[in-house]
């Protein structure tokens, strides 16, 4: 069964730091890209950053200069290294991969900066 898993989430003061992972595991093989995307209250779900497997990445303007995101192609895991953060920074974090036009998401992970 294909599965997508975060980890990583937590409170943190603004300017701050935290790294979130994520594993995509099962029969999730070959993939297209991999990437984060978040999601405030009352908010729409917005693309953090995306990786394309053997092509770009791609950052949201809002995090340009602040977040990174990383691949371990053996481990087909994902990372997205948070730096500065802001309180708007606080979302529910998703990491999704991609396959065939086929999305997965995982479960979300909460991450919450404190001005």
């Known amino acids: 069964q294909a599965q997508v898993v975060e980890s990583g989430g937590g409170l943190v003061q603004a300017g701050g730091s935290l790294r979130l992972s994520c594993a995509a595991s099962g029969s999730l093989v070959g993939i297209d890209g991999m990437g984060w995307y978040r999601q405030a209250p009352g908010k729409q779900r917005e693309s953090v950053a995306t990786?394309?497997?053997?092509?770009?990445?791609n950052y949201a303007d809002s995090v340009k200069g602040r977040f990174i995101i990383s691949r371990d192609n053996a481990k087909n895991s994902v990372f997205l290294q948070m730096n500065s953060l802001k309180p708007e920074d606080t979302a529910v974090y998703y990491c999704?991969?991609?396959?065939?036009?086929?999305?997965?998401w995982g479960q979300g992970t909460q991450v919450t900066v404190s001005s």
């Open positions: 990786l394309i497997i053997g092509g770009s990445v």
């Open positions: 999704t991969a991609w396959r065939n036009k086929i999305t997965y």
